[in-house]
């Protein structure tokens, strides 16, 4: 459920207080008028995931209206 991913992600240590290096990718980013869609390959947590962020600008602010996530690999 929503609430127990949000209370999983609260508990869970950082990746920078583990001394993770920040290891992020961005692979696509496609734009037309006010809207956007960014594909990026993010390193994390023992993970390697690929990330689906879709944005709208609004009164001149981009914002995340969705994200579609995935864990590739083995």
Known sequence: SL???LAAVAARRSPRSLGEPRAM?????E????????????AMLGFDYVD?????RRE???S?????YTHVGA
Request: proline share 0%.
């Open 25 to 29: 990718r961005l692979e696509l980013v």
């Open 64 to 68: 995340i209206v969705h994200k579609l």
């Open 31 to 42: 734009h037309h008028g006010d809207t956007a869609l960014v594909r990026a390959r993010i």
């Open 52 to 56: 689906w962020l879709a944005l709208v």
């Open 3 to 5: 609430a127990e991913y």
């Open 60 to 62: 001149g602010r981009w």
